[in-house]
């Protein structure tokens, strides 16, 4: 799980695992990510890896 405040939600951080899971293809031993789940309150943003 990741939590920024909300105009900082983004970048390489946020993003990184989606595009490395898919530019990967399962060539780099890593839990899958199945997907991802975004939710934001409190000011801030949070994003949810959704893991096998």
Known sequence: MLSA???KAGGKIWEGNCEAS???DGRVHKPALNGTTQAAGDSHAHLVAALP
């Open 5 to 7: 405040p909300q105009d």
């Open 22 to 24: 898919a530019l990967f």
